[in-house]
């Protein structure tokens, strides 16, 4: 997989300007894109995604950093393991402010990480974004629709209408 870009608050209070049943929640990034990555290693942001975002975002490697970012102020710096972990999680992460053109730089590391070139895939996957290696996710992808259907029903809670 890939590197995640965490979603921030629209505006100064924590607001998210959001209506009706969505009220109240994170931004929720949805749908699938293919901007490319030019020389200089900038990738356009989706426009859906620009006014989602917010002032900034955080890119790393395929984890969701939010959430490990809370667990890790609660973590003792007196255990190795956690401190191996911090190490290796918080050096490949980045924050990001996209320039006047919407583009974002994905540095060379996380390019490297995710096997990135010029063709790419960005999905909203809820609360973050993920980019991917177009040919990569188009295997997943291919992989992972002969059990989508199968699955829903366990993954998924019941809702009712």
């Known amino acids: ?71 890790i102020q609660r973590t003792s710096m007196g255990n190795k393991a956690a401190r191996d972990y911090l190490r290796v999680f918080l050096s490949g992460a980045v924050d990001q402010e996209p320039d006047r053109q919407g583009r974002v730089l994905v540095p060379q590391m996380l390019r490297d990480y995710a096997n990135l070139g010029s063709d790419i895939v960005v999905i909203g996957v809820g609360t973050r974004a993920e980019i991917w290696n177009k040919q990569a996710w188009e295997e997943y992808l291919a992989e992972q629709e002969q059990g989508y259907s199968d699955i829903a029903d366990d993954v998924l809670p019941a809702v009712e209408f």
């Open 1 to 71: 997989m890939v590197q995640s870009v965490e979603t921030e608050p629209f505006s100064d209070d924590g607001s998210t300007q959001a209506s009706g049943v969505m009220a109240g929640l994170p931004p929720l990034l949805l749908g699938t894109y293919t901007p490319k990555i030019d020389a200089k290693g900038r990738m356009a942001l989706p426009a859906k995604f620009r006014s989602q975002l917010g002032p900034g975002m955080v890119m790393a490697r395929g984890q969701e950093f939010r959430r490990i970012a809370l667990q």
